[in-house]
């Protein structure tokens, strides 16, 4: 079983798609440090994507240390970064990529600001806290 959901999108690739939930599934504690997460075969077969695709799904959230493969295990949810400093430098990519969109839409900081602030409350309502 997947301890998460997708709903595709058009234009928007699947793994990345399926990379999205999954984190947003961590990260909103639906999914916890030490959870087992599917196999290549178990999340395709549930989210109705190619192993090939499942694969890169996995491996891209290990490379961002989000999954460690445990020998004789399997894959389990890793534990966060314990450094503060460390947890930052892992949305650098997206926080630029955000700021250039944003820009590009003509939104100020502060509606920026406003806008990230009422996704995460929306996230933190969706795991009831």
């Keep these: 079983m997947v301890p998460f959901r997708l709903i595709p999108q058009p234009g928007v690739a699947i793994a990345e798609q399926v990379v999205f939930a999954a984190k ?3 990260f909103s504690g639906k999914i916890r440090p030490g959870d087992a997460f599917p196999s290549v075969r178990a999340l395709g077969r549930a989210m109705k994507i190619h192993a090939n695709t499942a ?3 996995i491996a891209q ?3 961002e240390g ?3 493969v445990r020998p004789g295990i399997g894959t389990v ?5 314990a450094a503060r400093a460390g947890r930052g430098r892992l949305l650098a990519r997206d926080v630029e990529q955000l700021a250039v969109q944003a820009m590009q839409l003509g939104l100020s900081l502060d509606e920026l600001q406003t806008s990230i602030a009422e996704c995460w409350r929306g996230l933190h309502k969706e795991d009831g806290r």
């Design 77 to 81: 949810v890793a534990q966060p970064p």
């Design 24 to 26: 947003k599934a961590m």
């Design 61 to 63: 959230l290990t490379a």
């Design 55 to 57: 694969q890169k799904v």
């Design 66 to 68: 989000l999954l460690e």
